[in-house]
């Protein structure tokens, strides 16, 4: 019930297109949910982060799109670009336990010029 | 942008030594955790520690491991007994005290255990 199910595994897309990354949730108490990016050599980064109030969350070519009744969120990257490719993991959280992440499997992801 | 700085970036260790990772968290932060990462797996939650003392840990944090905050800057993971499968990347993050949840990580330690 804690896992957070991330597909696919790997990723591969030309430049200017869409990359999109499911995930998928069975744990009901989570509460927040983060996306991360981790280039080689280094930790995870926060990338993007939204709550359940909201069905999407927009941040430049980023946008998070969360289904609460599926239990599923996905991450969208527009414009897809080659300094785009790393792997990217989501996570969640239950309320009360903020830091405590549980995350997803990754996906590697690469954009190719 | 201030950084999470993990020293060494690498260690090796013979099976059944002790190992003490190292972590500089950011300096305002008051929340710092560990994390692990089993080569092509996802990211674990170990152990996270606020105002001297364990909030929350997982059940990979068992006896062989311990955290501690020796002074205002540094805080430490130690394996009392490594095993092989002790053999991860180990990250450590931090956060501030407001309702942000922003973790920030650091580049993480290579921990090989032969």
């Known amino acids: 019930q804690q896992q957070v199910k991330q597909s696919p595994q790997s990723l591969i897309v030309q430049k200017g297109g869409i990359s999109i990354i499911n995930c998928a949730y069975e744990?009901?108490?989570?509460?927040?949910f983060p996306w991360y990016q981790q280039f080689p050599g280094k930790g995870p980064a926060l990338l993007i982060a939204?709550?359940?109030?909201?069905s999407e969350k927009k941040e430049g070519r980023f946008t998070i799109s969360f289904n609460k009744s599926a239990k599923q969120f996905s991450l969208h990257i527009m414009d897809s670009q080659p300094g785009d490719s790393a792997t990217y993991f989501c996570?969640?959280?239950?309320?009360?336990?903020?830091?405590?992440?549980?995350f997803g499997s990754g996906t590697q992801l690469t954009v190719l010029p | 942008e201030p950084e999470v700085t993990q020293t060494p970036s690498h260690q090796v260790t013979q099976m059944g030594q002790e190992v003490i990772l190292r972590c500089v968290p950011i300096s305002n932060h008051l929340y710092f955790y560990w994390y692990r990462q089993i080569l092509g797996q996802k990211v674990e939650f170990l152990v996270s520690f606020y105002n001297n003392e364990i909030s929350e840990k997982s059940e990979i944090f068992d006896d062989q491991f311990s955290v501690e905050r020796p002074d205002g800057s540094n805080f430490t993971l130690k394996i009392r007994s490594t095993k092989l499968e002790d053999s991860a990347m180990y990250f450590c993050?931090?956060?501030?005290?407001?309702?942000?949840?922003?973790?920030?990580f650091g580049s993480g330690t290579q921990l090989s255990v032969l």
């Open positions: 939204i709550r359940p109030d909201v």
């Open positions: 993050a931090s956060s501030d005290p407001g309702p942000n949840e922003k973790l920030f």
């Open positions: 996570a969640a959280t239950p309320a009360g336990s903020a830091r405590q992440l549980t």
């Open positions: 744990n009901t108490a989570f509460d927040y």
